[in-house]
């Protein structure tokens, strides 16, 4: 799914939830809302890595709890890029990618997924 489709997918789920729960998707909630997921991956993260309390959650729970707050994080940032009308291709070509000119084969090693074989 390219970055545009995800970001309208990411916008409808978005209308849901301020219909269902009545919280208005104002510019500052918008942000607050990415600072509050951000804070909630810095737990998950804390959790996975053994440095806060497990609350009594296995091994496969925080490894879960930590990949859905990637997610949540991921979803607020094209939420918040969409309101402010920020293409984030644009902006990655433009920040990151500028330096492929720099890449050398060791940077790529293991990077990329070997291509399919043929039977």
């Given at each position: 799914?390219e970055?545009?489709?995800?970001?309208?997918?990411?916008?409808?789920i978005s209308r849901?939830y301020e219909r269902?729960?009545?919280?208005?998707?104002?510019d500052?909630w918008?942000?607050?809302k990415?600072h509050?997921?951000?804070g909630e991956?810095t737990?998950?993260y804390?959790?996975?890595?053994?440095?806060?309390?497990?609350?009594?959650?296995?091994?496969?729970e925080?490894?879960a709890?930590f990949?859905?707050e990637?997610a949540?994080?991921?979803?607020?940032?094209l939420?918040?890029?969409r309101r402010?009308?920020?293409?984030l291709?644009?902006e990655?070509?433009?920040k990151?990618?500028?330096?492929?000119?720099l890449?050398?084969?060791q940077?790529?090693a293991?990077?990329?997924?070997?291509a399919p074989?043929?039977?």
């Amino acid at each position: 799914m390219e970055l545009a489709e995800l970001s309208d997918e990411l916008e409808i789920i978005s209308r849901v939830y301020e219909r269902r729960f009545g919280v208005p998707r104002t510019d500052d909630w918008l942000v607050l809302k990415l600072h509050e997921e951000v804070g909630e991956l810095t737990q998950a993260y804390l959790a996975r890595s053994g440095r806060s309390r497990d609350r009594g959650a296995g091994a496969g729970e925080v490894d879960a709890a930590f990949r859905a707050e990637l997610a949540d994080v991921l979803a607020q940032l094209l939420l918040v890029a969409r309101r402010f009308d920020v293409d984030l291709e644009a902006e990655l070509e433009r920040k990151w990618f500028r330096w492929r000119h720099l890449v050398e084969p060791q940077d790529e090693a293991g990077v990329r997924a070997a291509a399919p074989t043929e039977p």
